[in-house]
């Protein structure tokens, strides 16, 4: 059954059809992008209250389902709806100066909405497709925000005042906002054992400033086998303490599983590479404002992105990597040793690493036959498209993307014509990127050992050990196990952030040379198996780890990976397609092991 905006896309497409002359056109295609494009913001904003309901019904497979679904939403309707408005109008594409009129028509329609610049950014992803194969590019940006523009400024959270002490009264209250359609286990269980986590605190030291009030977003956060309230307590001195509370799902009930406080771990909870959240309000502004004030040291384009906003995330990140050049900052080649595949560039200041994919690997490819650049972007795409576990960075792809030249370190434009010809091209005024890839600046794993002491050298091969346990649980398996393809971000943690040679897991060929027998010289059977091999007892070499120290430490802190065993198992549960559990947060914030 048709739904009310589908239906109006419907009637938008026969009014099109209708016109007989390009002037009406204009306004009749500006209203049906409005139309197709009110289809999808419709289905957007359902997601997640279906996150909800698979919470609520513990139901995994759906939760990843959903996310699937809601990352391949906003391509899915530009892939669908492009083509067919070309071949209704073909000046599109053949005339660029029919796009002025029909942008400033189109900005009179929005212009007063509150999601106006995903509005606005759905538009230019049509005329992006449009024009695709033809090197013209297309603005990511947003209209000037206008004073009128519907719940532009309502506040996302309620505030819940502290009378006196912290009460089980007031927790219990947080634990409802999200309106769950099941009960909870034991709320006020629940709210007395969060209420002694926050007694230790709050009020842990004599001179602590107390608590006046709790803030919490009037709305539930979903992702994959959990729900989350976020909030911050408000202190006397006007600090502010994040406080956001897990929760799972049981036969018997919701119940409490963590709370968490550190900036550290609400920043890995709320990581890009994890899968989206599923927020219910539609004020995805304000979220993203609360958010940032939890973590202000994340550059906010990518709040917008964890939250299931990636359209508005991407112009906000370019965003921000403009304003920086402003400041004096020029983009130059990435320090260290350059990507075999990918030619990467940044600055100092700029909390982003940009890539583009070479027209040929350098000469330490090592992987038979290029697969060539298309193939190349497509495994960033995918990556992008999974929930990346916690350990695999995000990847931010912009299409048809012009930049001024002035951005780019003269060096640096010579060595991306002659490597990236084909996906590059280069006039007096701008630089034109077929595909453009942005992931956030990490320390690459090498660099950051040179300097590591040995306690930081054995977290961090702790932390390693995990990220390729991860990827694997989530079917990603990296061929090229270089240790120069993770890095390490600011609070300790590794993940992979380099795709060219990613496979899937239950792909690869798990085998051994440790049943062999000392001194055998017969040529194993897998030597002539097709397809990616893998020896698990040849991944501390394949490391390429410098320091004999961190070699030891990974070698103790994961013996299981250098076994057949473990990985045998993790691929098996993959094609009986179990859901793995992915730890999300530290063993120390969860309120079982005080008692519950």
């Not at 009037?218 to 897990?246: C, K, T």
């Not at 992987?367 to 931010?396: C, Q, T």
Request: proline share 5%; net charge negative.
């Amino acid at each position: 059954m048709s739904t009310e905006t589908e239906l109006a896309a419907l009637k938008a497409y026969s009014s099109l059809s209708a016109c007989s002359d390009d002037a009406a056109r204009i306004g009749a295609a500006a209203r049906l992008i409005l139309a197709i494009y009110d289809d999808f913001y419709s289905q957007l904003c359902e997601y997640p209250h279906r996150a909800q309901r698979a919470f609520e019904t513990m139901d995994p497979h759906a939760s990843i389902r959903i996310s699937q679904e809601r990352l391949g939403l906003y391509s899915r309707y530009i892939a669908e709806h492009g083509p067919k408005i070309l071949a209704m109008f073909p000046a599109l594409a053949a005339e660029p100066s029919i796009w002025d009129p029909l942008d400033r028509l189109f900005m009179a329609m929005i212009v007063d909405r509150y999601d106006a610049d995903i509005a606005f950014s759905f538009a230019h992803s049509i005329r992006r497709n449009i024009g695709r194969g033809l090197w013209r590019p297309v603005a990511y940006s947003f209209p000037q925000p206008s004073e009128l523009r519907a719940d532009s400024m309502a506040s996302v959270h309620r505030r819940l005042p502290v009378q006196g002490r912290v009460g089980t009264e007031l927790l219990c209250a947080a634990l409802r906002v999200p309106h769950f359609s099941v009960p909870f286990r034991d709320l006020k269980g629940d709210a007395e054992k969060i209420r002694e986590r926050a007694e230790s605190l709050l009020y842990g030291t004599p001179d602590a400033p107390p608590p006046l009030a709790l803030d919490v977003v009037d709305a539930g956060f979903f992702r994959d086998r959990s729900a989350f309230i976020v909030g911050r307590w408000i202190l006397a001195d006007e600090g502010i303490v994040p406080f956001v509370i897990a929760l799972l799902n049981s036969a018997d009930g919701i119940y409490a599983d963590a709370v968490l406080h550190r900036v550290s771990d609400i920043h890995d909870l709320f990581s890009s590479a994890l899968a989206n959240f599923h927020v219910t309000t539609r004020l995805y502004y304000q979220t993203c404002v609360f958010l940032f004030s939890l973590m202000p040291r994340r550059p906010f384009g990518h709040h917008y992105s964890t939250i299931g906003f990636n359209h508005v995330g991407k112009v906000a990140i370019l965003n921000e990597i403009t304003e920086q050049v402003r400041g004096g900052h020029r983009l130059q080649r990435s320090p260290g040793v350059p990507g075999t595949v990918a030619l990467g560039f940044t600055f100092d200041a700029c909390a982003y690493h940009l890539k583009v994919i070479r027209d040929q690997p350098t000469s330490s490819y090592k992987w038979g036959a290029f697969p060539g650049v298309a193939a190349v972007s497509d495994k960033y795409r995918v990556v992008h498209e999974i929930n990346r576990a916690g350990s695999m960075l995000d990847n931010v792809m912009y299409f048809n993307l012009r930049l001024d030249r002035g951005m780019f370190e003269p060096a640096l434009l010579d060595e991306i014509c002659r490597q990236a010809a084909g996906s590059v091209q280069v006039d007096q005024d701008g630089v034109y990127f077929r595909v453009l890839i942005v992931q956030l600046k990490i320390v690459p794993l090498p660099v950051f050992l040179e300097t590591a002491d040995d306690n930081a050298t054995r977290a961090v091969m702790v932390s390693l050990g995990q990220c390729i346990r991860n990827n694997a649980a989530t079917n990603i398996f990296n061929k090229d196990l270089d240790s120069r393809n993770y890095g390490v971000g600011r609070y300790g943690r590794v993940f992979l952030f380099d795709y060219d040679a990613v496979e899937k897991f239950t792909d690869v060929k798990i085998r051994t040379n440790a049943d062999r027998e000392p001194g055998e010289e017969a040529v194993p059977d897998w030597f002539f198996e097709e397809g990616v091999i893998f020896l698990p007892e040849e991944l501390e070499y394949g490391l390429q780890l410098k320091s004999s120290h961190a070699r030891r430490c990974f070698r103790e802190e994961n013996l299981d990976l250098l076994g057949v065993e473990y990985w045998r198992d993790v691929q098996q549960k993959l094609l009986r397609d179990e859901v793995p559990e992915l730890r999300m947060y530290p063993e120390s914030t969860r309120l079982a092991l005080h008692g519950g």
